[in-house]
């Protein structure tokens, strides 16, 4: 588009271009949110979302993205994961490995059947074997989740729903989801807020009291929101009575009166 030969649309187009470039332009610059947000869609998970992006930013630079990606979302599962495992639990568990593991020994110098009390002392050694590895042997919640395959895409697919369902197999994923799933897609909604509130209070009604103001954000986004059509040009004489009504008593209309 911005090579159109209609200087209206070129423009347009350079400037949206602009604006993209600003968010997406240089892989430094990209929010990760966005794909970790993907790789949580049952749906597609790793193996789309590294697809997509080689199509979009070529095999070079996708790749990358797309490993870049993929250690942020290991890295926001690891932050998840710590704070779902408090130090005191795996004192705890080390210090009780321990001593079963003690009193295994004790037992196996000492009365008792040998082959299964050596059995059980290999097994507790494992298992803090384990513990100090902090589970690095096992896949991780992550790992099976990316592993296993993909859920049907259906327009009826709820992904909440899915989560919720799941969150016993993945109780540290699900946490990850249920936070990440929740940031808005845009930042337009805060902005146009603002904007609305610019367009109210401007230079020439900079005298308008914050509850007046309130009023008037309110008041046009229960219009806007309404079925039936408001046409204010009709009411126009019946709106000004009102008004001189208010000046005459003193009045000064709220959130509230409205």
Same mark, same amino acid.
């Given at each position: 588009?911005?090579?159109?030969?209609?200087?209206?649309?070129?423009?347009?187009?350079?400037?949206?271009?602009?604006?993209?470039?600003?968010?997406?332009?240089?892989?430094?610059?990209?929010?990760?949110?966005?794909?970790?947000?993907?790789?949580?869609?049952?749906?597609?998970?790793?193996?789309?979302?590294?697809?997509?992006?080689?199509q979009?930013?070529?095999?070079?630079?996708?790749?990358?993205?797309?490993?870049?990606?993929?250690?942020?979302?290991?890295?926001?599962?690891?932050?998840?994961?710590?704070?779902?495992?408090?130090?005191?639990n795996?004192?705890?568990?080390?210090?009780?490995?321990?001593?079963?593991?003690?009193?295994?020994?004790?037992?196996?110098?000492?009365?008792g059947?040998?082959?299964?009390?050596?059995?059980?002392?290999?097994?507790?050694? #494992?298992?803090?074997? !384990?513990? =100090? @590895?902090?589970?690095?042997?096992?896949k991780? &919640? *992550? $790992?099976?989740?990316?592993? +296993?395959?993909?859920?049907?895409?259906?327009?009826?697919?709820?992904?909440?729903?899915?989560?919720?369902?799941?969150?016993?197999?993945?109780?540290?994923?699900?946490?990850?989801?249920r936070?990440?799933?929740?940031?808005?897609?845009s930042?337009?909604?805060?902005?146009?807020?603002?904007?609305?509130?610019?367009?109210?209070?401007?230079t020439?009604?900079?005298?308008?009291?914050?509850?007046?103001?309130?009023?008037?954000?309110?008041?046009?986004?229960? #219009?806007?929101?309404? !079925?039936? =059509? @408001?046409?204010?040009?009709?009411?126009?004489? &019946? *709106? $000004?009575?009102?008004?001189? +009504?208010?000046?005459?008593?003193?009045?000064?209309?709220?959130?509230?009166?409205?």
């Open positions: 588009m911005t090579a159109s030969d209609n200087e209206e649309l070129s423009s347009m187009a350079r400037s949206m271009k602009e604006k993209y470039d600003k968010y997406w332009g240089k892989i430094e610059k990209m929010n990760m949110l966005i794909f970790i947000s993907s790789m949580l869609d049952p749906r597609t998970k790793l193996e789309y979302l590294e697809f997509v992006i080689c979009m930013y070529g095999e070079s630079d996708g790749t990358t993205i797309a490993g870049l990606a993929k250690d942020a979302m290991f890295e926001l599962f690891n932050e998840y994961k710590m704070l779902n495992t408090p130090a005191s795996s004192v705890s568990h080390a210090s009780s490995f321990s001593s079963e593991s003690q009193r295994s020994k004790t037992t196996f110098y000492g009365h059947d040998a082959s299964k009390t050596i059995t059980d002392r290999y097994k507790l050694e #494992f298992k803090k074997r !384990k513990m =100090e @590895l902090g589970g690095r042997d096992a991780s &919640e *992550l $790992e099976k989740y990316l592993n +296993e395959d993909c859920e049907e895409d259906d327009e009826r697919f709820d992904i909440l729903l899915w989560w919720k369902a799941n969150s016993l197999r993945f109780p540290i994923l699900s946490n990850v989801a936070d990440v799933l929740a940031v808005p897609i930042t337009v909604a805060s902005e146009s807020a603002f904007s609305t509130g610019g367009r109210v209070l401007d020439f009604r900079s005298s308008l009291t914050p509850r007046i103001v309130q009023s008037l954000i309110c008041a046009q986004d229960w #219009f806007r929101s309404s !079925k039936t =059509e @408001l046409n204010v040009e009709e009411n126009l004489e &019946e *709106l $000004e009575a009102f008004e001189s +009504e208010l000046l005459k008593t003193g009045t000064e209309s709220t959130i509230i009166d409205l």
